[in-house]
Every structure is written in C-alpha cells, then in structure tokens.
C-alpha cells in the first residue's frame, strides 16, 4: 500500500530505461521507488535471448537481464512495487502517480512506459509470439540462418529489417497492403536489388499458422480476397509502435504520434519530469539506448533537485 512518503525519484516503468535510472538514483542516495505492471525487464524480458546487448558474448535471456538489473537496483535501496497505475497528475511541485493500491508522490518524476509494437490482431499472433512471432529483426534475426521468413509493413523501418533479415535468411518475403512501398527510394531500391527479397502486394496477413512455432502465414489479396499461404518459419511484424503514453495526454508536450518530447538530455517541457527509453522521442530503440537514456535521466533528477 502506498504511504504518505515523497520519493526523491518517482520512476513508472521496470524496463531497463527504469531500472537502469533506479541504479543511478539509489546509488546517488536518492529515494526511489519504481512502479511497474509486470515483471522486471519490460519489453526485453519478454524476448527469449538478447544477442546484442554488449558484455554477453554468448548473449542473455530477456528475463535474466531484467532480474539483473532489479537486483543491481535493489542493492542500492531502491524500491518495486508491481502496480496498475491508474493516473498521472503533473500539476503542483510534486508528482502523482495513482496506482491501483493508492497514491505515491515524486520531487521528481522519470516516465520510462516504453511502446508496445502495434499488433495485427489475426489468430496465431499471440499464441506464436516468441516462437517465431517476432517484432524486432535486430533482436532475433539470426535464429532464422538458412530459413524463409516474412517481414509485414511497408515503411522505412519494414524494409530495412527486411534488409537485415537477408544476413541470414534465405528468403524474405515483405507482405504490403499496397502496391507500392512508402520506405525512402534508396531503401526501396536496395531491398529491389537483393536476390533474397521477394514482394507480395496488395496483401495482408490473414492467419499465422503453427503448433509449437510458426510454419507460414495466409495472407489475403485485398484486390481479389484470394488466399494463399507462405511457408515461413518466422514472421517480423513491423506495422509500428504504440507509446504507453496515454495518461499522460494533455499534461507533457509530445508529438503527432505520442511519444514524449524530450531530447539526448532526458529533459521534457515539465520541469522535473524526465523521458527515458522507447516512450521518448528518438530514432533507436534498443536496450543499450534505453540504459542510456536511464542513466542520462537519473542524473538530471539528481541535478535537478540540487537546484531546487
């Protein structure tokens, strides 16, 4: 149960953005405390194996990683609670976070919500997530060497994991809705050069298909309404991201998409109020970025309240 105590550091989210800026804080001697709905890691716990984030050279389960860094957390003081938050109040010179238990209250306050991938919403998706159901080529890439896998989308980021994706598949499929890509000429014409790359227009994914991990998607002419199945044994969904921002609307300066404005310095336009990892606006969105955005974060609160 939330108590009546200020935290110095009030963090919403347990992704390493906010698990990393707890490190930084309680090892400043800060009060802090970090509110999150589910286990430790966020996002990147929920990837089987992390084969990019530097020091693991043989890699790191997602899990583990997130564990890790509660732990190296904990050992400075700082403190989890696993909550549903329910509000965000921004007014006034301390910080509210309604949670489902009761109200907990920040001199300062760090949002590392992070983004949820945009998902499709057709069967096989959520039963097939992580055996083949894949929203980061850059996470999992290379546990497809040698097979077929297709990539969903159309934009820059679509056709550049497709692109990444051919170091070691051997054939990519890119599944768009229409009959031509909104990805910049140069990566459309790189994509059209490489002999791994196969389009299939006018489509969508209407059915991922698998028992234990995926076997091939049905994807639907959206012209015609034929159906035909790809054998795959993955598939990368890249149709967006959508920022865990919603409670915080009207109360923070973001942009057209949600996500929070805030530059390299963490700093957004409410003073004392600090963005770190896939909710702040920025161009990659990886563990090792996040991390950095949390130490970036921990130490402009820390700044911050030495000057108030």
Same mark, same amino acid.
């Given at each position: 149960m939330a108590d009546d105590k200020v935290y110095d550091v009030l963090i919403i989210g347990g992704g390493p953005a906010g698990l990393t800026a707890a490190l930084y804080a309680a090892r400043s001697r800060l009060k802090t405390v970090v509110l999150e709905r589910g286990m430790a890691g966020g996002q990147a716990a929920t990837t089987n194996k992390i084969e990019n984030y530097p020091g693991f050279p043989d890699g790191i389960l997602g899990p583990d990683l997130g564990q890790?860094?509660?732990?190296?957390?904990? @050992?400075? #003081?700082?403190?989890?609670?696993?909550?549903?938050? %329910?509000?965000?109040?921004?007014? #006034?010179? /301390?910080?509210?976070?309604? *949670?489902?238990?009761?109200?907990?209250? !920040? +001199?300062?306050?760090?949002? *590392?919500?992070?983004?949820?991938?945009?998902?499709?919403?057709? @069967? #096989?998706? %959520?039963?097939? +997530? !992580? +055996? !083949?159901?894949?929203?980061?080529?850059?996470?999992? #890439?290379?546990?497809?060497?040698?097979?077929?896998?297709?990539?969903? !989308?159309?934009?820059?980021?679509?056709?550049? %994991? *497709?692109?990444?994706?051919?170091?070691?598949?051997?054939?990519?499929?890119?599944?768009?809705?229409?009959? /031509?890509?909104?990805?910049?000429?140069?990566?459309?014409?790189? *994509?059209?050069?490489?002999?791994?790359v196969a389009f299939v227009w006018d489509s969508v994914v209407d059915e991922i298909k698998g028992e234990k991990h995926v076997e091939g998607v049905v994807v639907k002419n959206v012209k015609t309404g034929e159906k035909t199945t790809i054998p795959a044994a993955g598939i990368?969904?890249?149709?967006?991201?959508?920022?865990?921002?919603?409670?915080?609307?009207? /109360?923070? %300066?973001?942009d057209a998409q949600g996500y929070v404005r805030a530059g390299e310095d963490t700093l957004t336009s409410k003073p004392g109020v600090f963005a770190a990892g896939d909710c702040r606006q920025k161009p990659l969105r990886q563990v090792v970025t996040a991390v950095s955005d949390g130490a970036v974060a921990a130490m402009a609160a820390a700044k911050h309240l030495e000057e108030v």
């Open positions: 890790a860094l509660e732990k190296q957390a904990a @050992n400075f #003081g700082a403190e989890f609670v696993q909550t549903e938050i %329910e509000g965000v109040d921004l007014s #006034g010179d /301390q910080f509210t976070v309604k *949670a489902y238990e009761g109200d907990y209250k !920040g +001199r300062t306050l760090i949002l *590392a919500t992070g983004a949820d991938p945009k998902k499709l919403g057709v @069967n #096989g998706e %959520e039963e097939l +997530r !992580g +055996r !083949g159901v894949s929203y980061c080529a850059t996470c999992d #890439g290379a546990f497809f060497k040698d097979q077929e896998v297709v990539v969903v !989308g159309g934009g820059d980021a679509a056709v550049e %994991e *497709a692109l990444f994706l051919t170091r070691y598949a051997k054939k990519v499929s890119i599944v768009h809705r229409r009959t /031509q890509l909104r990805a910049a000429p140069v990566i459309q014409e790189r *994509a059209k050069a490489n002999d791994k990368f969904i890249y149709v967006g991201l959508v920022p865990n921002t919603a409670l915080l609307k009207g /109360q923070i %300066e973001m």
